[in-house]
């Protein structure tokens, strides 16, 4: 019932949201000139800003909310956890980390590929010794770990803030860290696209499991539940698609924990059901955030990941209160 | 400002690297000229190391060795330099110490407790602030006559600017932020100089992004960042396909080093900008 | 029909032994209990018999094949596994907790085949859960819970069911109903191989009993026979009696 209409219901308000997106912004354009912009290939003002600029921004910002929500929705259902999410892994801060070092450390400049490959060599890092230190003792440990994990790759990060080459590029680290979808071109979209795509594949593969995982380990290894390889699939995933999405757009937190608690009831808790609308849910937040931050413009622009954070950190408030009044 | 009690321990720390004369003056009487200066200002460093001879120079600071942002990377080469901290200050034990507006209020408190000279200048945001912290650095230093000399080539550059034909440039000024040279800022003050009209939107506080570039259509990019140390993400921007399609050749360089800080050199990048103009425009 | 044998079954944890030489058959169609004190190896010895513990040496084999080479979704297909103390960590309504008991039946992707309804609704309708349908789990009873974790074992139609501890927290009534379902699973034809401390209900349900102790077998064979005085004695090393009267068995300890 409402669990029919859910994804159709987000299907719709992402049409709408992607439509405002294509009309607003420093530049105005009407729908009629937005629709002439996408159909006429003649290079004027609003074929440019339609098809260079706001194109990439809009397949970017349903990229990044799109994984952003999923794996947060993958990692609540594998870790059995209402509060996980990437960022609680370390993914994010561990891709912020590779991202930062590439960049000032002069790898960005040698080949283009280096900010995503070092953004997802800093999240598979942090994974992979957050999983190492964590699983064999439960998802509590796991979790425990990611902190840690997730404190450390801070800690690099601010390191890399104080041993800047310069004043300048320690303002520019920060403001990149605030996470942006400002002036991102196709390049961005080509460079984050693949391996957002494949990150996907592997956490959408986890669905059935996790269904499974919701009677605890063991029942699930006894339905058939390769236990382990679901854990290495979703973290693998979340590692390849967030850190992709990090090196593109710097860190934007809270969506992964806010997008899958937002459908969570519509589809009956069921963790792998909620996938698809916590992807779409996702992609919705990140959308709206980033017309918002081109609507707001009074003062300086406000950054993306400022603002979802600025409306997620309340909402992970109620929840943290939430959780422990129901229990749940 | 006196050194009182604060004398011994900065004499023993002097003593350390050069011996602490009992003969001398413990205060600069006014208008003396204060022998050692030191520099805790990027921009006063500019000043200082235009004004006085490198034997006068206690230090300045080590951002202006970096030749991205400094316009005087090499003289800054030849004095020492100091990291902006209060042992270095009382090791160097300088006759003056010049401050700016992002030196530390604790340090700046401290400065003032132990006794030491100090004269604090505002960033310059126009050529008439330029005038006025020249002569405030000038007559601190006891080099009044230098400063006057300083100001005036400043002002023969900036005559001959504004003899020029006055047809501007439509232009979009970029840094390593993005865009940059909005209202009261160094860089509009050189743009206008050379004959540029910055078309981005003038808002100072919010940087226009690419639509607004798009929408300016300006008929040159003036990029500030050009610094050598290689990528950085505020570069990203300015290798934008769009930007690279649009505007490839149609790029001038203005380094950040000549609108960083205000002194009177920044005329002769100005001057330098208009003739770039004049040539890629003609 | 199935039937599950354990060959030589040792199975090491970090330098203790857990299980020792253990040879067993569980024949077709038959209850069987393990009992013994805590700590004897039961549930070990249940989570080999179930496949999800390897054993370090020996081997356990249905119908003749060993566990090992078998898919592991084909495997829980035909046997179906409950912990103790199972729990549901999010509130997913009733219905379809007894339908995750199909995983192994569905595909990969997409949602639940219509044919399998019926199944379900089988399987609610045993349990008397029809109620509950859209009860989220994390809101039933202990009793409510235990019917639902039934229903989701065995609504797939296990030939081998295998339980720890079915009853533990259940009062007598839900504790008794709970055994009652367990006999007519075993009547029907399904293994069950449950893991008891209540041995009176063990009395009462058990076609065969296997005594643990120290993570060797220390009998083995029909309840009756195992359900005694020196058996039990010596399982618990206390002094323990089995009294028959007209209302059936029941075992007292002396100590």
């Not at chain 3, 569980?26 to 054993?55: D, E, H, M, Q, Y």
Request: aromatic share 4%; glycine share 10%.
């Amino acid at each position: 019932m409402t669990a029919r209409l859910l994804t159709p219901a987000l299907v719709l308000l992402l049409i709408a949201l992607a439509s405002t997106s294509l009309l607003a912004g420093t530049v105005w354009l009407t729908p009629a000139q937005a629709a002439a912009a996408l159909v006429d290939p003649r290079a004027d003002l609003a074929q440019l800003v339609m098809v260079e600029v706001r194109l990439p921004r809009l397949v970017l910002a349903l990229l990044v909310g799109g994984i952003l929500g999923l794996s947060g929705a993958v990692l609540q259902g594998l870790l059995r956890n209402p509060l996980a999410e990437p960022g609680l892994l370390g993914v994010s801060s561990g891709a912020s980390l590779g991202a930062v070092i590439a960049i000032y450390y002069g790898f960005a400049a040698g080949f283009t590929l280096a900010t995503p490959l070092f953004a997802l060599a800093g999240a598979l890092a942090t994974v992979a010794v957050a999983l190492a230190l964590g699983r064999t003792r439960g998802t509590l440990s796991l979790i425990l770990a990611g902190i840690a994990v997730s404190a450390i790759a801070g800690a690099g990060v601010n390191l890399a803030l104080n041993f800047a080459p310069s004043p300048y590029a320690a303002y520019e680290i920060m403001t990149w860290l605030m996470g942006s979808l400002v002036d991102r071109s196709w390049d961005h979209v080509a460079l984050a696209a693949p391996f957002i795509l494949v990150g996907s594949v592997l956490l959408f593969a986890t669905a059935r499991a996790l269904d499974a995982l919701a009677l605890g380990e063991a029942q699930a290894e006894s339905l058939g539940i390769h236990v382990r390889r679901t854990y290495l699939l979703a973290l693998v995933g979340t590692a390849l698609g967030v850190g992709a999405a990090t090196a593109v757009t710097g860190a934007i937190g809270f969506v992964g924990l806010v997008a899958p608690h937002l459908v969570r009831a519509a589809v009956g808790q069921r963790p792998g059901a909620t996938l698809l609308p916590a992807t779409l849910a996702g992609a919705a937040i990140v959308l709206a955030a980033d017309i918002a931050t081109r609507l707001i413009r009074t003062g300086p622009e406000i950054k993306l990941g400022v603002f979802v954070a600025a409306v997620g950190a309340p909402f992970f408030l109620w929840l943290v209160l939430h959780v422990r009044r129901t229990g749940a | 400002m006196r050194r009182g009690s604060a004398l011994l321990p900065a004499c023993l720390a002097a003593l350390a690297l050069a011996g602490c004369s009992a003969g001398e003056p413990a205060v600069p009487s006014p208008g003396a000229r204060p022998l050692r200066v030191m520099s805790l200002n990027q921009c006063a460093d500019q000043l200082v190391l235009a004004l006085l001879p490198p034997e006068r120079i206690a230090s300045v600071t080590w951002l202006s060795r970096d030749a991205g942002t400094s316009a005087m990377a090499a003289e800054a080469a030849r004095v020492p330099v100091n990291h902006g901290q209060a042992e270095e200050v009382l090791a160097q034990s300088p006759d003056l110490v010049i401050a700016g507006s992002f030196t530390t209020p604790a340090l700046r408190g401290m400065l003032r407790r132990l006794g030491y000279p100090l004269v604090e200048v505002e960033d310059a945001a126009s050529f008439a602030d330029i005038r006025r912290i020249t002569r405030q650095i000038a007559e601190a230093v006891g080099e009044g006559a230098r400063g006057e000399a300083l100001i005036a080539g400043m002002d023969r550059d900036l005559a001959a600017l504004a003899r020029q034909p006055t047809q501007a440039v439509r232009v979009v000024a970029w840094d390593r932020s993005g865009f940059a040279g909005g209202a009261g800022t160094l860089q509009k003050a050189i743009l206008d100089a050379a004959g540029a009209r910055n078309v981005a939107p003038a808002d100072a506080q919010r940087r226009p992004d690419m639509e607004a570039l798009l929408a300016a259509r300006p008929a040159l990019l003036v990029q500030g960042s050009a610094a050598p140390a290689g990528a950085s993400l505020g570069d990203d921007v300015t290798n934008h396909r769009l930007v690279r399609r649009l505007w490839s050749g149609r790029t001038l360089g203005l380094p950040q080093a000549a609108y960083v800080c205000g002194t009177p050199a920044i005329a002769r990048a100005a001057l330098g900008l208009s003739r770039s103009l004049r040539d890629r425009t003609s | 029909m199935i039937d599950l044998a354990l060959e030589g079954v040792t199975l090491r944890r970090g330098g203790r032994t857990v299980l020792d030489r253990v040879d067993l058959r569980f024949p077709a169609g038959r209850l069987t209990c393990v009992i013994g004190p805590n700590g004897a190896g039961k549930s070990t010895l249940l989570g080999v018999a179930a496949g999800l513990l390897a054993p370090s040496e020996g081997s356990v084999a249905l119908d003749g094949t060993p566990l090992a080479g078998l898919p592991r979704r084909s495997l829980a297909r035909r046997r179906a596994f409950l912990p103790q103390s199972p729990a549901v960590e999010w509130g997913i309504p009733v219905e379809r907790v007894v339908a995750l008991g199909l995983t192994p039946h569905l595909p990969a992707f997409g949602a639940l085949p219509a044919a399998w309804q019926a199944r379900i609704d089988a399987a609610l309708t045993r349990y008397d859960l029809h109620q509950l349908r859209r009860r989220p789990a994390t809101q039933l009873s202990g009793g409510e819970l235990a019917r639902v974790m039934l229903a989701r074992a065995t609504v797939g139609d296990p030939e081998l069911l295998i339980i720890d501890e079915p009853t533990a927290g259940l009062d007598p009534r839900h504790a008794l109903d709970a055994a009652a379902r367990l006999r007519a699973l075993a009547d029907e034809g399904c293994t069950v191989l449950v893991a008891l401390h209540d041995l009176d209900l063990a009395l009462r349900m058990a076609d065969d009993v296997v005594a643990v102790k120290g993570g060797r077998v220390l009998a083995a064979g029909p309840a009756l026979a195992i359900l005694d005085d020196a058996v039990l004695s010596e399982l618990y090393d206390t002094p323990a009696r089995v009294i028959h009267d007209k209302h059936g068995a029941a075992v007292r300890f002396l100590a």
